[in-house]
């Protein structure tokens, strides 16, 4: 499946941004999705993810009560709403994909990834 995420910008400490990932060239309800992010100078971290249906989600906890993962399987869309942002948020963020038969939201071995949408976050 092919992914293209957008959405990231600058945002003063406390604001608000949606991320959003378009989908295409698969079943998009075949895969659970993910969002992850990698700061500067940092390895690559899970941020949340989401089931096929949508009913599952798992967060990080550095942004358990921030940040709400969804998703429109009818709009090939996965959707990441950040509230609170802290200049430790600050990174590039990937959409992920993986091809699952379960009702699970993985937090890794995600197979197919987007380019990444930089969100910065300073006053």
């Known amino acids: 499946v092919q992914l293209q995420a957008c959405g990231g910008g600058l945002v003063q400490p406390g604001g608000s941004l949606r991320l959003s990932c378009a989908a295409s060239g698969r079943t998009f309800s075949d895969y659970a999705m993910a969002w992850f992010r990698q700061a500067p100078g940092e390895e690559r971290e899970f941020v949340a993810s989401?089931?096929?249906?949508?009913?599952?989600?798992n967060y990080a906890d550095s942004v358990k009560g921030r940040f709400t993962i969804s998703r429109d399987n009818t709009k090939n869309t996965v959707w990441l709403q950040m509230n609170s942002l802290k200049p430790e948020d600050t990174a590039v963020y990937y959409c992920a994909a993986k091809y699952t038969v379960t009702g699970y939201a993985p937090l890794r071995d995600y197979d197919d990834w987007g380019s990444g949408t930089l969100v910065t976050v300073s006053s």
């Open positions: 989401i089931s096929r249906g949508g009913k599952r989600t």
